[in-house]
């Protein structure tokens, strides 16, 4: 099984987290081994895709040592056993749920719970969530997170939604410890193909070290 710590260094060390809403199995191969290629170490398949535990299940049996498998728009703690028991290392809700966060702490699994108020915040790191899903990022944009690590610096914080290869250097330079990608990473995949998915996360991966580097 693999640990909790290991996990979330993962997801904080390529910075990117690549949200797959994919229309089949099929497809949802196709676009993590573009990921792979890429540079991103973390996806999230969303429990909007058809059979995702299904699919969760499968990635992680031919990805698990290349790609950490999460669970996507996880909106209670029953979907979250079963995307755990299918595989997945960890889970990401759009909100906070508390019977969630009991439930991943139980099995060691960490919670990215969507949080857009600091009272938000606040109540799901005293339940235990290690990174925060600041969801959807562009209601408020970059400077939300600086203004939030005012009072709540030891705030691990990803935005997601909002996120875009022109401002993705504005966010981790205001203190994102990485960022969810969705639409972006798979722009032009229909008119170019995989190698655009390719093309895209990388270009992420990128300008989030580039970021940190200062550049």
């Known amino acids: 099984m693999l640990r909790k710590l ?13 949200v797959i809403r994919a229309n089949s199995k099929e497809e949802a191969f196709a676009i993590s081994e573009a990921c792979i290629e890429g540079g991103i170490k973390a996806i999230e398949v969303t429990y909007t895709v058809p059979v995702a535990s299904e699919v969760i299940q499968a990635l992680s049996e031919s990805f698990k ?7 996507g728009t996880v909106l209670d703690s029953e979907t979250a056993r079963g995307a755990i ?26 919670y990215l719970s969507g949080c ?26 970059p400077s939300f997170i600086r203004a939030v690590k005012g009072p709540l610096p030891q705030a691990n914080i990803m935005p997601t939604g909002g996120v875009t290869l022109q401002n993705v250097h504005e966010w ?7 960022v969810g990608i969705g639409g972006d990473l798979t722009t032009g995949y229909r008119e170019f193909g995989i190698e655009k998915v390719v093309e895209n996360a990388r270009s992420f991966v990128d300008k989030v070290k580039a970021a940190r580097e200062g550049k």
Request: aromatic content about 8%.
């Open 116 to 141: 857009l108020t600091i009272t938000e915040m606040i109540k799901a790191m005293e339940a235990g969530v290690d990174i925060i899903k600041l969801f959807p990022g562009s209601a408020f944009g």
């Open 65 to 71: 040592d290349k790609l950490f498998i999460g669970a």
């Open 172 to 178: 981790i330079k205001a203190g994102a410890v990485a």
């Open 85 to 110: 028991l299918s595989g997945a290392a960890y889970i990401v809700s759009p909100g906070f749920d508390e019977a969630s966060a009991k439930l991943c702490n139980r099995y060691q699994v960490p």
């Open 6 to 18: 290991e996990i979330l260094d993962a997801i904080c060390e390529s910075g990117v987290v690549a």
